[in-house]
């Protein structure tokens, strides 16, 4: 197997998720589902219960909210759901740094990760299409997101737009 990078974008609720997957078991009988999120409350422990639940067993999953090169994925399909809520995680525990720093630390993330010989399917949002926010905060996150989506795509050989449940291919 050779690295194969693929990037699915889109707005909230576009179908991201589920193209993923579906590409996923296109590709392999038994994909990986790395799970960025963090678990911050019961129902959102539920929503990634019922998650899992509609993955089915044929799915390895693994939770891991920033250090995704700690897994050995090799020879593996692996979807990797999601970069903003990955940087998320990144963005709040480093409060106050400069984004470009953060934006640093999380592309040499991304480049241990992917160095493995596997198909990385990241799923990412399209979150700055909206305008530009009043709240500083959001408009720093929005920054960082904005530029790791550049990098990724970047890198990738396959970049999938998401719009109303349709894939648009923008690289192949």
């Known amino acids: 197997m050779t690295r194969r990078i693929i990037l699915i974008t889109g707005g909230q609720r576009s179908g991201k998720s589920e193209e993923a997957e579906r590409l996923a078991l296109s ?18 422990r539920q929503r990634v219960r019922l998650h899992q639940e509609r993955r089915g067993p044929q ?27 990955w940087l998320t995680n990144y963005f709040f525990e480093a409060e106050g740094a400069d984004v470009k720093d953060i934006l640093a630390l999380v592309k040499a993330e991304f480049d241990r ?5 596997a198909t990385f399917i990241f799923v990412t949002n399209e979150i700055g299409c909206g305008g530009v926010s009043e709240n500083a905060l ?19 050989d396959e970049v999938v737009l998401m719009v109303s449940g349709i894939p648009v291919k923008v690289k192949s």
Request: hydrophobic share 45%.
């Open 138 to 156: 959001q408009r720093r996150f929005t920054d960082l997101q904005g530029w790791m989506n550049q990098y990724i795509a970047q890198q990738a």
């Open 113 to 117: 990760f992917t160095a493995q010989e």
């Open 59 to 85: 799915w390895t999953n693994i939770e891991e909210e920033k250090a995704l090169s700690r897994h050995d994925v090799s020879g593996r399909v692996v979807v990797i759901d999601c970069v903003t809520l």
């Open 27 to 44: 590709l392999a009988a038994n994909p990986v589902y790395l799970a960025t999120a963090h678990v911050w409350d019961d129902e959102f």
